[in-house]
């Protein structure tokens, strides 16, 4: 059983592009979380989504960051108009409803780190 | 809103000594609280997660506690390794928004172990 599989694992973009970031949560994982871990920082909650839903968005920023988990494929963080301020390690996390030993834990992927230029 | 301390920010010891990292949380009223590792450039892996209703958690060299009266928990390695050097971090749960809810970080400790 494959882990969380994030990609790309390195993304440089230019100030004013767009970044996607993608998220394969682990096989029979219905729920999806995005961290972002900026320079020196801990990690920081965004967003939670199930299958076709945001739960909890509470710590999306409120304009150019936007989330989806659709029916098929994996889920996307989409970064539209990247600024120098985005650059961070966006980590995805995956869970069962709840797993073997009840303990609802979140397997995370690698990350992906966004530089912008 | 849940706040998540660790200190210090990095630690040094030499190789084989016994060490306790640190982590304390300003609402008491968590699910369970889960402690990570994370190498340099690498993702997270879950080393021990201790339920709101224990007072820790073993896996080999490892033992979590937990005493949520008093917002604490913590992570003793025994006889270090080099191959112990990472950041550890700690991370909550709050039972607000249910079991699959968010985790809420500490900064995390870099631990550097010497040979």
């Known amino acids: 059983n494959a882990g969380v599989m994030q990609n790309p694992r390195h993304l440089v973009r230019r100030r004013g592009q767009e970044a996607r970031l993608r998220c394969s949560p682990m096989?029979?994982?219905?729920?999806v979380y995005w961290y972002r871990q900026l320079p020196e920082e801990g990690l920081k909650f965004m967003v939670y989504?199930?299958?076709?839903?945001?739960?909890?968005e509470s710590g999306m920023p409120k304009e150019r960051f936007s989330a989806e988990f659709p029916k098929e494929g994996p889920s996307i963080l989409r970064i539209q108009q990247v600024v120098r301020g985005d650059s961070a390690a966006y980590f995805c996390?995956?869970?069962?409803?709840?797993?073997?030993?009840?303990?609802?834990?979140?397997?995370f992927g690698p990350g992906t780190r966004l530089l912008v230029l | 809103k849940q706040e998540v301390t660790q200190i210090p920010a990095a630690l040094s010891v030499p190789e084989g000594e016994n060490l306790v990292l640190n982590c304390s949380f300003t609402?008491?009223?968590?699910?369970?609280l889960q402690w990570f590792r994370q190498d340099p450039g690498k993702g997270l892996t879950s080393l021990l997660l201790?339920?709101?209703?224990?007072r820790e958690q073993t896996s080999g060299r490892l033992n979590a506690s937990l005493d949520k009266s008093s917002g604490r928990s913590t992570l003793y390695i025994a006889a270090s390794q080099p191959g112990d050097s990472a950041t550890y971090l700690c991370?909550?749960?709050?039972?607000?928004?249910?079991?699959?809810?968010?985790?809420?970080f500490g900064k995390g400790i870099t631990l550097s172990v010497r040979p």
């Open positions: 996390a995956s869970s069962p409803l709840r797993d073997s030993k009840g303990k609802e834990t979140q397997y």
């Open positions: 609402d008491s009223a968590i699910y369970n």
């Open positions: 991370a909550v749960r709050n039972p607000s928004t249910g079991a699959n809810s968010k985790l809420t």
């Open positions: 201790i339920q709101s209703s224990q």
């Open positions: 989504l199930q299958k076709e839903n945001i739960i909890d």
């Open positions: 096989k029979g994982h219905s729920h």
